[in-house]
């Protein structure tokens, strides 16, 4: 008894592996088929050779050559600077004593100044300065300028286009219509009724994007700025210009979001598709056929594996039809326990006969697999989070209403038919919104389409009488 549930044991465990055993993909499937059309669009994009402009073009466009290779310039002066409660203005005048550079201070600009530096540059402390006290200043050829802290005003260019965009993808699986009727009577004895007619849907998808940036830009600068008296800003979509009046630190928050928002904007991505149609067919056949892959120490058990019944898979060109319908045994020993187990061709029900002396097992599997063709390859290109759409295939226009005006006159009655065409797209639509960050990594948001619209006549029973 416990041999024998050592052997049974075995035996599931074959039958799991042979069940569940994942076969590998055979060479000139689909799956290679496309892989083979990918492939190609990646090596010839690689082959093609840069387009260079022409010699004169290049010529033109090259820059000049500053051949004035005089000495190297001098290293830049470095100091140890430490002062205590120094007035602002007597530290200002002071710090480019026995320097290259030039001081003018408003008269505006008090306080006093403490700190401790080492081995740093003018432009240097005049940053740590602005940063840490709120002196502002600037610099331009005749030296530094120091200003008070007040309300200033500054132009800035942003380069984009003025415009608004929007777009929304929707999925929609309706379970039909639901038709509800009221009816009214009044003292008169006149009677009204009302029919309100409802989509119930089962499930419903809705993505939705706007693109909106001048909006959205003043929007963001007024938070940075905040709503402080003789805070303002003024944007000119037209032209391109914003003209902000705030604090100075202010002002360079405002810079360094503008510089920001600017270089999410200008990034841009190639999309290019690739549309493949796959025809399924029964072309390919693959079998394992095993034969004594589990022997066991004695007796006349055995197993036997076949089908019943079927044949019909082999019907058509390149296969073998002398095996459909053929009755024989599965068993290379040919063991007495299964010679009454026969098969009538392949794709019938599945049948065995136990022998654990041996095991003896003809495993059949069809792929569908089919020829890849590629449709169309399109190729776009669209701004970061733009949404672009893709769209291969067809419009056709469909009668989708049908009325009629009847005129009677004293010449008799004349009947004025209205037909409404609507067009129906038949083909794939990808619509595509990208979001590129600052390395470069792109994510896609996909939503793609395939439709298909046929004619279909319908034949309804109205009033006895049939309408097509």
Same mark, same amino acid.
């Given at each position: 008894?416990?041999?024998?549930? !050592? ?54 466009l ?17 100091f140890?600077? !430490? ?5 602002? !203005?007597?530290?200002?005048m ?64 942003v ?12 999925m ?22 009302s ?16 693109a909106d940036i ?8 007024q938070?940075i700025?905040?709503n ?11 032209s ?6 705030a604090m ?9 979001f ?42 006349d058990?055995s ?33 007495s326990?299964?010679?009454? &187990? ?22 059949? &599997? ?6 890849v ?7 776009v ?40 065409l ?36 319908k ?10």
């Open positions: 008894m416990k041999t024998v549930s !050592r052997k049974y044991f075995i035996l599931a465990m074959v039958l799991s592996v042979a069940g569940c055993q994942t076969q590998p993909a055979k060479q000139g499937t689909a799956i290679d088929d496309i892989r083979e059309e990918l492939n190609k669009g990646i090596v010839q994009n690689e082959a093609q050779p840069a387009m260079l402009p022409p010699a004169e073009i290049s010529a033109a090259m820059p000049s050559i500053d051949l004035n290779l005089g000495g190297t310039g001098k290293p830049v002066d470095r140890d600077v !430490r002062v205590n409660n120094a007035e602002a !203005r007597e530290f200002f002071g710090l480019v004593e026995g320097t290259p550079y030039n001081m003018v201070v408003h008269p505006d600009v008090t306080g006093t100044i403490s700190l401790n530096l080492k081995n740093v540059t003018i432009p240097g402390v005049m940053e740590t300065l602005r940063d840490v006290y709120g002196y502002e200043f600037s610099q331009n050829a005749a030296g530094f300028q120091v200003l008070p802290v007040r309300l200033q005003s500054r132009i800035f260019y380069n984009y286009l003025n415009l608004k965009r929007s777009g929304s993808s929707e929609t699986v309706s379970s039909g219509q639901i038709t509800q009727s009221s009816s009214e009577s009044s003292g008169d004895s006149s009677d009204s009724t029919t309100t007619t409802e989509n119930q849907s089962s499930a419903k998808v809705s993505t939705s994007s706007e001048w909006s959205e830009m003043s929007a963001s600068l938070s700025i905040g402080g008296a003789g805070r303002s800003i003024t944007l000119s979509p037209q391109g210009i914003v003209v902000v009046r100075p630190a202010e002002l360079r928050e405002v810079e360094g503008l510089r920001a928002m600017q270089s999410s904007l200008q990034r841009q991505v190639i999309l290019e598709a690739k549309i493949l149609e796959v025809e399924l067919k029964d072309g390919f056949q693959s079998g394992i056929n095993w034969s004594k892959i589990a022997k066991s120490d004695g007796g058990n197993i036997g594996i076949g089908q019943t019944g079927g044949g019909s898979i082999f019907d058509g060109t390149g296969y073998n039809q002398s095996l459909a319908g053929q009755a024989g045994n599965i068993s290379n020993d040919n063991f326990a299964i010679d009454a &187990l026969g098969i009538a061709g392949f794709g019938g029900v599945f049948s065995a006969a136990i022998k654990l002396a041996d095991f003896n097992a003809f495993i059949e &599997l069809l792929k569908s697999q089919g020829n063709q590629v449709l169309s390859s399109p190729r290109t669209t701004m970061n989070n733009q949404k672009a759409i893709i769209k291969v295939g067809e419009d056709e226009f469909f009668v989708t209403d049908v009325s009629s005006e009847t005129t009677t006159g004293t010449g008799g009655t004349t009947s004025t038919p209205d037909i409404t609507t067009p129906f797209f038949s083909g794939i639509a990808l619509d595509v919104t990208p979001q590129i960050d600052r390395n470069g990594t792109v994510t896609l948001h996909i939503h793609p389409s395939v439709s298909e619209v046929t004619d279909q006549t034949n309804l029973v109205i009033g006895g009488q049939i309408q097509t």
